[in-house]
């Protein structure tokens, strides 16, 4: 067997070692365990990947693997990774109480909803959808970063800027995702979603390995010239992006920790309530009901634009994929509130009437 098959099963082992090992933060997040107790989390992702890129650049240095390594054995990474998952997802649903919704959803959607291993003081040791993140993003942004290296050593002198940029953007979402670990532990992944073939196989093999496939498709071609005020505008709706998911998940995540909080000092807190139920409609979430989901689309359009080929396909996928993902989820996600909040829910809606697209969806 290549070792390229086993790359992902390395790159996974090392990010649990280094999580196990390295110093965390222990927060409590949002959901509840049966105990009715908010689950705690410990939290060091930023770190682990630090500690993963000094190696990686170590060993690269040192000639151990080549720089584009991982853009090398990319379709053998991919394979291992897909095994992985399937792997995962028998062992994490397979042991687990049925739903009763039949084994094939089960296997999907998974029957176990925040599955955590603790330790003899009751502290969370690892958290298996945090984990699950953890090294879908360390293993894209090693992947984007090979896959960097192999247009640079493929073209030399003449590396797309581009591709730089690219790059550039994609390390600083995976580092921002990193950052800001607790702000995601009030988001719907973890409140709504249990953990089965979706999450699991998704964040193993998915995640790290088709984020980044425009860089995939285009890394062995030459620089397209791309004008630079079209870089500086394909930059522009990447961070136009960023401040729309980010902002809006600050502001939630603000409003259910310190719900009389200022978001940067600035935008005010209100919301539409009823007993202990109240529902935020005001600074980004104002503008539309789901408006963090158009800012993961800007910034994947402002990605796949910045590599300056406009009318190749591959790279849309990207794109496409998260239009595909968050409009069925907008759906779910309304369904599943005004089941929850009733008429409050519909009192909210008239507030803020846009689903996603301000004043359009």
């Given at each position: ?85 399937v792997l995962f997802t028998l062992a994490i649903v397979l042991g687990a109480k049925p739903t009763g919704k039949g084994l094939l ?257």
């Open positions: 067997m290549s070792p390229g098959y086993l790359a992902p099963l390395v790159v996974d082992a090392a990010v649990l070692a280094l999580h196990r090992l390295l110093p965390a933060r222990h927060v409590r997040g949002y959901v509840r365990g049966s105990d009715g107790k908010r689950l705690g989390y410990r939290l060091n992702g930023l770190g682990v990947l630090l500690a993963v890129l000094v190696l990686y650049a170590a060993a690269g240095r040192q000639g151990l693997i080549p720089w584009d390594y991982f853009w090398q054995v990319r379709w053998e990474g991919l394979l291992g990774a897909c095994a992985l998952g959803v089960d296997l999907y959607l998974g029957r176990r909803e925040n599955p955590q291993w603790v330790g003899k003081d009751g502290r969370a040791l690892v958290d298996a959808k945090m984990y699950l993140y953890l090294i879908g993003a360390v293993q894209l942004e090693l992947n984007v970063l090979s896959f960097a290296a192999h247009q640079a050593l493929a073209h030399p002198g003449a590396v797309s800027p581009g591709a730089l940029l690219y790059t550039a953007l994609f390390s600083f979402f995976v580092c921002d995702y990193l950052l800001f670990e607790e702000v995601h532990l009030y988001t719907y992944d973890f409140i709504a979603e249990r953990l089965g073939f979706k999450l699991g196989w998704g964040c193993i093999a998915f995640y790290p390995y088709f984020y980044g496939v425009g860089l995939w498709a285009v890394a062995d071609r030459t620089d397209p010239h791309t004008p630079v005020p079209l870089l500086v505008l394909y930059v522009l709706v990447f961070f136009v992006g960023w401040v729309l998911s980010r902002g809006a998940n600050l502001q939630k995540f603000l409003f259910k920790t310190r719900p009389e909080a200022k978001l940067l000092g600035l935008i005010a807190p209100e919301a539409v309530g009823e007993g202990q139920h109240r529902l935020l409609c005001s600074g980004f979430w104002r503008l539309s009901r789901h408006i963090n989901y158009l800012g993961e689309i800007l910034m994947a359009v402002g990605l796949t634009l910045v590599l300056g080929w406009p009318l190749s396909p591959v790279p849309w996928l990207y794109p496409l994929y998260y239009v595909g993902l968050l409009l069925p989820r907008q759906l779910d996600d309304d369904r599943r509130c005004e089941k929850k909040y009733g008429a409050l829910w519909k009192e909210y809606c008239r507030r803020v009437p846009s689903r996603i697209i301000p004043g359009l969806y």
